[in-house]
């Protein structure tokens, strides 16, 4: 198993590898000066040679979560058979395009082998947080959204932990934008359910998402930040970069040192690493 954090500027989008099947987290495929959705694509090829790509999951609406045409490409490239989504309204265009392509893609392929299905999350509507036969090798567990806290679109992220049942296999928190208001209460009701080996940085390391009691029930081994070259946001802030390191034995940002960079993170023996690299060229 392991999890590929890839620099697309200020935004997400990671995969991940468990015993030949794939699931992608979030679609952010922009256009600008330091990538653009051609090296994205390449390098997300290139990790998923080989492999059945089961289900992309939407953390959130916001644009640099569910970016139209990165939905659009990863729907029509790897074909996954679910797509799993917060469920709440976001009144934007990049929003509708996306709703729009989702359900294009789910008529098309109605009558076929492999029908895309639609999982709309929101915990306080489901029977369990666990979703069953979305893949051989890994279970996802849901911890948010909550209509109790539904108050932003940050707050509306889908939190799920991804469990690979192979050898090598771990824990990965998704974390989407979740802020600390609504950390309060996942922390208040789960606690240590929470725990993962590796986590993502809730709201690309911004220190709104940056909550010690939740960062203590995860008690992640390695905290991986996704946040854009010289972002206007001045992601990852420092306080929370230091929140981090209180925690975990090892902080990556795909921004570090100034250089756009993806981070691949595997189990070695009891600890994790993650090797550092660019992405591969579109024209090669």
């Given at each position: 198993?392991?999890?590929?954090?890839?620099?697309?500027?200020?935004?997400?989008?990671?995969?991940?590898?468990?015993?030949?099947?794939?699931?992608?987290?979030?679609?952010?495929?922009?256009?600008?000066?330091?990538?653009?959705?051609?090296?994205?694509?390449?390098?997300?090829?290139?990790?998923?040679?080989?492999?059945?790509?089961?289900?992309?999951?939407?953390?959130?609406?916001?644009?640099?979560?569910?970016?139209?045409?990165?939905?659009?490409?990863?729907?029509?490239?790897?074909?996954?058979?679910?797509?799993?989504?917060?469920?709440?309204?976001?009144?934007?265009?990049?929003?509708?395009?996306?709703?729009?392509?989702?359900?294009?893609?789910?008529?098309?392929?109605?009558?076929?082998v492999r029908p895309l299905?639609?999982?709309?999350?929101?915990?306080?509507?489901?029977?369990?947080?666990?979703?069953?036969?979305?893949?051989?090798?890994?279970?996802?567990?849901?911890?948010?959204?909550?209509?109790?806290?539904?108050?932003?679109?940050?707050?509306?992220?889908?939190?799920?932990?991804?469990?690979?049942?192979?050898?090598?296999?771990?824990?990965?928190?998704?974390?989407?934008?979740?802020?600390?208001?609504?950390?309060?209460?996942?922390?208040?009701?789960?606690?240590?359910?929470?725990?993962?080996?590796?986590?993502?940085?809730?709201?690309?390391?911004?220190?709104?998402?940056?909550?010690?009691?939740?960062?203590?029930?995860?008690?992640?081994?390695?905290?991986?930040?996704?946040?854009?070259?010289e972002s206007q946001y001045?992601?990852?802030?420092?306080?929370?970069?230091?929140?981090?390191?209180?925690?975990?034995?090892?902080?990556?940002?795909?921004?570090?040192?100034?250089?756009?960079?993806?981070?691949?993170?595997?189990?070695?023996?009891?600890?994790?690493?993650?090797?550092?690299?660019?992405?591969?060229?579109?024209?090669?």
């Amino acid at each position: 198993m392991d999890v590929l954090t890839l620099f697309v500027d200020q935004g997400a989008l990671a995969g991940i590898r468990v015993g030949g099947e794939g699931i992608i987290v979030d679609a952010h495929m922009p256009e600008c000066e330091n990538v653009n959705p051609k090296e994205i694509q390449k390098s997300l090829s290139l990790y998923f040679n080989g492999v059945d790509v089961r289900g992309l999951i939407l953390t959130g609406f916001d644009s640099d979560h569910a970016h139209d045409l990165g939905v659009e490409w990863i729907l029509s490239t790897f074909q996954p058979a679910w797509i799993m989504y917060p469920k709440y309204y976001k009144d934007t265009d990049c929003a509708t395009a996306c709703f729009n392509s989702i359900n294009k893609h789910e008529r098309r392929r109605a009558s076929t082998v492999r029908p895309l299905i639609k999982h709309s999350i929101r915990i306080d509507k489901m029977a369990s947080r666990m979703i069953g036969g979305l893949g051989r090798n890994f279970s996802v567990e849901l911890f948010s959204p909550h209509f109790e806290d539904m108050d932003s679109s940050n707050n509306c992220s889908i939190v799920a932990k991804i469990i690979g049942h192979v050898h090598g296999g771990f824990r990965y928190l998704a974390t989407g934008d979740t802020e600390i208001d609504r950390w309060e209460t996942i922390s208040r009701i789960f606690g240590d359910k929470l725990a993962a080996d590796v986590m993502a940085a809730p709201h690309h390391g911004s220190i709104s998402g940056a909550y010690s009691k939740a960062l203590l029930d995860i008690s992640p081994n390695t905290v991986l930040v996704s946040a854009g070259v010289e972002s206007q946001y001045d992601h990852p802030h420092g306080a929370a970069i230091l929140a981090y390191q209180a925690v975990a034995q090892h902080v990556w940002a795909t921004n570090a040192g100034g250089v756009g960079r993806n981070l691949l993170t595997r189990r070695r023996g009891t600890d994790f690493e993650t090797r550092v690299f660019q992405h591969a060229s579109a024209t090669a």
